[in-house]
């Protein structure tokens, strides 16, 4: 090592023994401590000769390419063990199998939308883990459908491949776990729904809150009403009630939950929460409606007025 650094001009003997070995003096060590710490940061032996030799060898902007090159090695380095992962979790047999799901991984990472969509499109079952994987990081809708379609398909455990994404600090992560579960898991996602009601996102819990709505989850009902509050899907949210109130105990709970927000809501929710009111079976909302045509807000007593005449009951 030291012949090369010398052979480079990094590091020079002071002098020789009588026997021909080389003499380092106090500086010259620390000159070799410097080039070893230089070359631990990642500097090839040319960059070090610069930076000990040349004063205007700004430390900044070496540093700054270092962090660059750095990076981007830690990046390949992270696809390469996403990918053995990838491997891995589709228990390939031979190797046949692990070149079949290398070609799939080459395909979902091609820039071109129509090659990843056709990649999932194949009559063979893909490995789950692969396809979420895939899902959960696409923007192309059509190739997005392609994905839940294939998982769909999947005799691999779906939701344990998409539940985790639902702990993702990136929101547009979890919508998309979030919608591939309602529309994919069967019975066994509704712990895993009923959770993400508590998501901070108002997309998530609103995926959430309609698929257990619809799944017929009387646990939805208090997230049902705050999407009518809140403008959102108000609509598919009062359809999900009126599915729910099919069940008459269901029904006075989702009744007593409409009522009681009634009287401490801003005048826009408290007309589409009496517009809720029509999707429940009109012998539990009776009483309701009739006391509400006498609301001091006029749209609310209207519109009770003509939900009763709807109903045959005016």
Known sequence: MLRHYESLGLVRPTGRTVGGYREYADDDIRRIFHVEALRSLGLSL??????????????PALLGDLIRRTEERLHREQELLDRLRAIDAATPGDWPDVLRVVELLHSLNSPNAARRQQAVLAPDDLPAEILATALLTESDPNVAGALRWALARSTDDVLAALTPALRSADVTIRRRAVVAIAEIAGADAVPV?????????????????????????????????????????????????????TDPATADHILTTLTHKLSRSSPEARLRLVQALGELPPSV??????????????????TAKALLRKFGCS
Do not use: Q
Not at 46 to 59: K, Q, S, T, Y
Not at 285 to 302: E, I, N, R, Y
């Open 285 to 302: 909302t009776g009483d309701t409606l009739t006391s509400l045509t006498h609301d001091a807000d006029l749209p609310v007593a209207l």
């Open 46 to 59: 040319r960059e070090i000769g610069r930076a000990l030799e040349d004063p205007g060898f700004a430390p």
């Open 193 to 245: 729904l009923t959770a993400a009601l508590k998501d901070p996102d108002l997309d998530v819990r609103k995926h959430a809150a309609l698929s257990l709505g619809t799944r017929g989850e009387r646990s939805a009902v208090p997230a049902l009403v705050a999407l009518i509050i809140e403008g959102a899907n108000d609509v598919d949210a009062a359809e999900a009630l009126g599915s729910l109130a």
